[in-house]
């Protein structure tokens, strides 16, 4: 995850060599800014166990989660495979054809309930019935620089060439107003929908979008299925426990950061 954050400040996927020169001038010419940090305390309802979670980049519940941990355990267990991006990505794609195969990437509906909440209003928002990832954003470049949110607008459903305006989308999610423009310092976090591996290989190679569901600086999750599948900043963990778990995400502290300028 740590080249999402740098495309998110401006700084590109990685160092591609060159003068040190040109990016002491870089960094000259940066200017900071405020960077949101959450947190998340995840308690299993059977036993109470309680464990904390830090995040900036973002989290996510389901098919993608699942995704993540399998290419993690594979890995851990063939270091060999990995030993370029190509390969990386490849190896990603056969463990999403698994997690889609497999069941582990079911619909969220009905065992994953969602309460946002801005200002201490809460958000109703409606979960399609084909969402099998939940997707928690807090800056806009995701795997690798897709751009989820969509700052240019929504990619619009069955025409994902056309988008909506940059403030709108989000069907019956849709915020009066519109949404705000995605901000790593708004104390605000995005909320996507993504309808399973091939949506979000979509995501990934040709650009689409999620679907917006909210915006919102406290999110309450309640999973009632015994076996579940997160990850955070790209390190996934599973929770299991008959009776499932009870999750809040609120802001934890802020840093400032440098942006680049140009």
């Not at 309802?45 to 900036?56: K, R």
């Not at 909210?214 to 599973?238: C, L, M, R, S, T």
Request: net charge positive; charged share 20%; glycine share 14%.
């Amino acid at each position: 995850t740590g080249n999402d954050f740098s495309r998110a400040t401006g700084w590109g996927g990685g160092y591609d060599g060159g003068a040190a020169a040109k990016v002491i001038k870089n960094v000259k010419s940066a200017r900071a800014t405020r960077l949101d940090r959450w947190k998340m305390e995840l308690t299993k309802l059977s036993t109470d166990e309680c464990e904390t979670f830090h995040f900036q980049n973002y989290a996510s519940f389901g098919a993608d989660a699942a995704t993540a941990h399998g290419f993690h355990s594979e890995r851990e267990k063939n270091p060999h495979l990995f030993t370029s991006r190509t390969k990386n990505k490849l190896v990603y794609v056969r463990e999403g054809a698994k997690v889609m195969f497999s069941g582990r990437g079911r619909t969220l509906r009905g065992t994953l309930d969602v309460h946002p909440s801005e200002k201490g209003k809460e958000i109703t928002p409606v979960m399609g019935t084909l969402t099998q990832s939940l997707m928690i954003l807090n800056v806009p470049s995701y795997a690798g620089g897709a751009d989820l949110w969509g700052r240019k607008g929504e990619t619009i459903r069955g025409q994902p060439i056309f988008r909506s305006s940059p403030r709108g989308g989000g069907g019956s999610n849709a915020r009066p107003g519109g949404f705000e423009p995605q901000s790593i310092g708004d104390g605000l976090l995005e909320g996507i929908h993504m309808q399973g591996i091939i949506h979000a290989g979509g995501a990934i190679v040709l650009r689409y979008t999620g679907r917006r569901a909210w915006q919102a600086d406290k999110v309450v999750i309640n999973g009632n299925f015994p076996v579940w599948y997160g990850q955070v900043d790209g390190e996934p963990f599973v929770i299991e426990d008959p009776k499932g778990f009870h999750a809040e995400i609120s802001l934890s502290s802020v840093a400032s950061v440098l942006i680049r300028s140009n």
